[in-house]
């Protein structure tokens, strides 16, 4: 059996053959396996692990064996059953009672086994605790969440406070701080709005916040329209100077406005010119008359004040005229600004994003309205150096539209190979329509032009004068050079620097245009190259000729001597 020093040696050797193994370095379910008291007990593990070596004679002497010791432990049981029995049904009777009792009372079904008043306690709890603490919970998650809002308008107090902030400088005069206000909104609106106020996309959340923000941002643009409004009426105010003016514009032009309201210097000029056309030959006339004496009553007391200050203040009032007029358009006499062309630069007046067609119109009614309030004035005829200073203004202003104007046509020539669409001409295929619009182009530009110099600013009138040889020769070269970049223009179309060559989808606005494709495939080289030499072709030998003797009909020069 063992000398007994380790108790799980006892209980596996139950056959008695001196059998010693050790399960230390066995797993928990090979040791449940082998050993007798386990409910998981397998003869077969046991005999495989304990007695894998023994004989058939050894299984014989321990079956022996454990038949004996099975008989001795019974009869150990039998002795100590017989010893206590009197004990076991005591305690038997007494369990039966105590079973009984609390059957009948303490487990009985009406009290759902005694669980019936402890549930009735713990609702009675849990009825109280809600009355006590959930208020408080309540409490505190309405603080968590106003922490947490707090916390959010903190961060985005920038943009929630933008539409008072702004009203605030608009109020104050101070436009450029408004103006920057605006665009840092709308970054942070455009670019970054989970940092105003961070949330899951899609959420309820995320559209709450949405709703927010377009509220916000209604009142910022509402705010802004105020802004754009006050601007333009500061462009028609004639009080103020050419610097605040400027700075409107600027304004006005980072705001995104159109060209419309940036054009508001005709209503400058034209209420000017209103101005000096009926309110100042009134007072001259009124004033006239008092010089002369017609408004005196015989043996009237002298008011002390000279007749010769009408005439003085009418001059300064033309001298005002004069001055606010050449300051803002920058005028300068017409030999100064002869001597530096070619150093010159499109004028500040001119609004950003201005074109040739546009400046040709606009330009026009300007001096319309200026040459109608020169004319009423010198038709007064209130001093020479009053008839002198008006027709320099003229003069000047009309060299200067003249500058611009060819300034910009220079400019558009040299970008307007960027309108061909490689449109071919139905009548004559080896053409494109390129070549028409340049035609119209030029044809518009030196019309106005000529208007320009010639003082027929007047759209309906069919009148032809004889300009200047100055302005002559600026329009004369100018249209020389815009049809020199013509030319360069086609060469441009024929390069690789070919707007289609470089990715532009020409080829599809054809088909848009037109609704046909393209017979050719204008992404190559070659292609484009015959056409432009088809269209240089007929430059030369149709266009140009045209253009030539028109520009020489109309200003009675030949090209020769220009």
């Known amino acids: 059996m063992g000398d007994g020093s380790n108790p799980d040696v006892d209980a596996f050797d139950a056959l008695g053959l001196g059998v010693q193994i050790d399960t230390s370095r066995m797993s928990v379910a090979d040791k449940a396996s082998i050993l007798i008291s386990s409910k998981s007990f397998d003869p077969k593990a046991y005999l495989t692990a304990i007695h894998p070596n023994a004989t058939y004679q050894d299984l014989n002497t321990g079956i022996n064996y454990l038949r004996r010791a099975i008989d001795a432990r019974s009869e150990a049981v039998r002795v100590l059953v017989e010893e206590n029995f009197d004990r076991f049904v005591a305690v038997k009777s007494s369990t039966d009672a105590l079973y009984q009792d609390m059957k009948d009372g303490l487990l009985a079904d009406n009290t759902e086994f005694a669980t019936k008043s402890i549930k009735e306690h713990l609702k009675n709890a849990a009825s109280k605790s809600d009355t006590v603490f959930l208020p408080v919970l309540e409490n505190a998650e309405k603080a968590a969440k106003l922490r947490s809002t707090l916390g959010v ?6 943009f929630f406070n933008l539409p008072g902030s702004l009203l605030e400088s608009i109020q104050a005069g101070r436009y450029d701080v408004a103006l920057r206000d605006y665009k840092k909104g709308k970054y942070l609106l455009e670019s970054r709005p989970g940092q105003l106020l961070p949330s899951s996309p899609g959420s309820n959340t995320d559209i709450q ?26 462009l028609k105010e004639t009080s103020r100077t050419l610097d605040e003016h400027e700075k409107t514009i600027e304004i006005l032009l980072e705001l995104s406005t159109s060209d419309k309201p940036i054009w508001s210097t005709v209503e400058l000029v034209k209420s000017l010119s209103e101005v000096m056309g009926s309110t100042v030959p009134n007072f001259w006339k009124i004033a006239k008359g008092y010089m002369e004496g017609r408004y005196k009553k015989p043996g009237a007391q002298p008011s002390g004040r000279s007749p010769s200050q009408c005439r003085t203040m009418v001059l300064d009032i033309v001298r005002s005229y004069i001055v606010l007029l050449s300051e803002f358009f920058s005028l300068s006499d017409m030999a100064a600004s002869v001597a530096s062309t070619k150093n010159a630069t499109l004028p500040k007046f001119l609004p950003t994003g201005s074109d040739s067609l546009t400046a040709c119109h606009y330009l ?16 007064m005829e209130v001093s020479d150096e009053t008839n002198a200073g008006l027709r320099s203004l003229l003069e000047t202003a009309t060299w200067k539209f003249e500058e611009t104007l060819c300034a910009v046509w220079l400019r558009d020539s040299q970008i307007f190979f960027h309108l061909e669409t490689w449109e071919q001409k139905p009548e004559d295929r080896s053409t494109t329509l390129y070549l028409g619009r340049m035609h119209q182009f030029q044809k518009y530009v030196t019309t106005a032009a000529y208007k320009i110099a010639s003082g027929l600013t007047d759209a309906t009138s069919t009148k032809q004068r004889q300009i200047p040889a100055e302005f002559s020769n600026k329009i004369t070269k100018s249209f020389l050079d815009s049809l020199y970049s013509f030319l360069d223009g086609l060469v441009h179309l024929a390069s690789d620097d070919s707007p289609i060559a470089q990715g532009l989808k020409v080829q599809a606005l054809v088909e848009e245009s037109t609704g046909a494709t393209p017979l050719f495939d204008l992404t190559k080289n070659d292609t484009r190259l ?12 149709s266009l140009i000729p045209v253009m030539l003797n028109q520009i020489q009909s109309s200003f009675g020069i030949v090209m020769d001597d220009a």
């Open 209 to 234: 916040q949405k709703r927010i923000f377009d509220k916000v941002w209604s009142a910022v643009e509402k705010t802004m329209d105020q802004m754009k409004a006050a601007l333009l009426n500061r």
């Open 364 to 379: 026009t009614r300007i001096l319309g309205e200026m040459t109608d309030s020169v004319n009423e004035i010198l038709g």
């Open 153 to 158: 308008f903190e961060r985005s107090k920038f």
């Open 530 to 541: 015959l056409l432009v030499i088809s269209n240089l072709t007929y430059l030369n030998e």
